[in-house]
T-cell receptor
Framework: GQNIDQPTEMTATEGAIVQINCTYQ??????LFWYQQHAGEAPTFLSY????GLEEKGRFSSFLSRSKGYSYLLLKELQMKDSASYLC?????????FGTGTRLQVFP | ETGVTQTPRHLVMGMTNKKSLKCEQH?????MYWYKQSAKKPLELMFV???????ENNSVPSRFSPECPNSSHLFLHLHTLQPEDSTLYLC??????????????FGQGTRLTVV
């Protein structure tokens, strides 16, 4: 079956680093995406991994281990505006399968 | 502004009404999608259109009927819905449903309430 797991909620302090984990079990794998979604807004693309390793993009980095079915999103130098839901999604052929999302709250 | 526009943003309809959700993308993409997003549940894929042809229908009840007249527009026709269908409906587009490393761009969604 298809299963994507990520923590429901996380909290962190402004300026800190936070890591959001995602584990997946899917019948196919053609890449893993991370999206950010602020309340009442559209999900927006953050990162894409298809090969093992770390992809860095400014304050955000995403890591993938295909053998472990595992990814994480690392957010550095947290800002208040980073408070949002972070969605992990796996592409299985031509479908994007999403996790439930992790709601991150950043406190001053 | 993500390049994908959904209207209306909010809709209240009775169980016997017929209404339509509209999605328009200005990105030149060939694939369009309907998702539903319920509280504490994953985004759930409903329909996929590639080059105006439906390529995926995830066992969605027939009271939801999609239409894709061209690659820029996607509709979701609603008829005799139930209160449990009240949720957020998201439209998305991507370059091609089979182009595996391209991301999907989402609209802001239509918040539907069935009374």
């Amino acid at each position: 079956g298809q299963n994507i797991d990520q923590p429901t909620e996380m909290t962190a302090t402004e300026g800190a680093i936070v890591q959001i984990n995602c584990t997946y079990q899917t019948s196919g794998f053609n890449g893993l995406f991370w999206y950010q979604q602020h309340a009442g807004e559209a999900p927006t693309f953050l990162s894409y991994n298809v090969l093992d390793g770390l992809e860095e993009k400014g304050r955000f980095s995403s890591f993938l281990s295909r053998s472990k079915g595992y990814s994480y999103l690392l957010l550095k130098e947290l800002q208040m505006k980073d408070s949002a839901s972070y969605l992990c999604a796996v592409r299985d052929t031509d479908k994007l399968i999403f996790g439930t999302g992790t709601r991150l709250q950043v406190f001053p | 502004e993500t390049g994908v526009t959904q209207t209306p943003r909010h809709l209240v309809m009775g169980m016997t009404n017929k209404k339509s959700l509209k999605c328009e993308q200005h990105l030149g993409h060939n694939a369009m999608y309907w998702y539903k997003q319920s509280a504490k549940k994953p985004l759930e894929l409903m329909f996929v259109y590639s080059l105006e042809e439906r390529v995926e229908n995830n066992s969605v009840p027939s009271r939801f009927s999609p239409e894709c007249p061209n690659s820029s527009h996607l509709f979701l026709h609603l008829h005799t819905l139930q209160p449990e269908d009240s949720t957020l409906y998201l439209c998305a587009s991507s370059q091609d449903s089979r182009d595996l490393n391209t991301e999907a761009f989402f609209g802001q969604g239509t918040r539907l309430t069935v009374v």
